[in-house]
């Protein structure tokens, strides 16, 4: 019978079907949720497809993993680094993204990712949108607004705002009207 450090290092493989079935075996096991996989690196993981139901992915790097189709109900992703993670048509239903690190992450057709739950996260920067978009910056994440301080991006332009995000000025203001823009009542 293999040990937890065993499994572990399986979802390390990068064929899905093993690791498919170390993340069965941990959830037998009652490892997937109760912590031992905290901390852990499985970047490129190939994790499409796979129950991650409740699963306790606090500060776990999942830099460049497969997460396509994934069962994320539930899961505890608080401060994951997710980035350039691809999870495709992934199931975010009250997953916690608290502080979870999304910088180019590909969310296209995400199903039950909420708002409230993207304004929670640490970075979007350059992330793909789960309608097809790139996000535009309008959550004002502390995660994009310190790389753009880093960047030394003129914060109170709109234009190299919308260039920083890679976004038309025009999809840029849309979303920020109401910081950009003064209403008719204050001119």
């Not at 997937?32 to 306790?56: F, K, R, W």
């Not at 830099?63 to 350039?84: I, M, P, S, T």
């Amino acid at each position: 019978m293999p040990t937890k450090l065993e499994l572990i290092n399986k979802i390390y493989k990068l064929e899905n079907k093993s690791t498919l079935q170390a993340v069965e075996e941990l959830r037998v096991r009652g490892w997937l949720t109760d912590g031992s996989l905290c901390g852990t690196a499985l970047c490129q993981a190939q994790l499409g497809n796979a129950d991650l139901m409740g699963a306790d992915l606090r500060n776990v790097d999942l830099h460049q993993a497969n997460l396509e189709f994934a069962d994320l109900r539930k899961a505890r992703l608080n401060g994951a680094k997710l980035h350039r993670a691809s999870l495709y048509r992934a199931n975010f239903d009250q997953a916690d993204l608290t502080y979870a690190d999304l910088y180019k992450a590909d969310l296209r057709g995400a199903q039950n990712l909420t708002e409230q739950q993207l304004t929670c996260v640490q970075q979007l920067l350059g992330a793909i949108m789960p309608d097809g978009k790139t996000y535009d910056g309008r959550f004002n994440l502390p995660g994009d607004l310190a790389r753009a301080r880093w960047a030394k991006v003129n914060m109170d332009n709109p234009e190299s705002m919308a260039e920083f995000y890679g976004v038309t000025l025009e999809a840029y203001l849309n979303t920020h009207k109401q910081q950009t823009v003064p209403s008719v009542q204050e001119k």
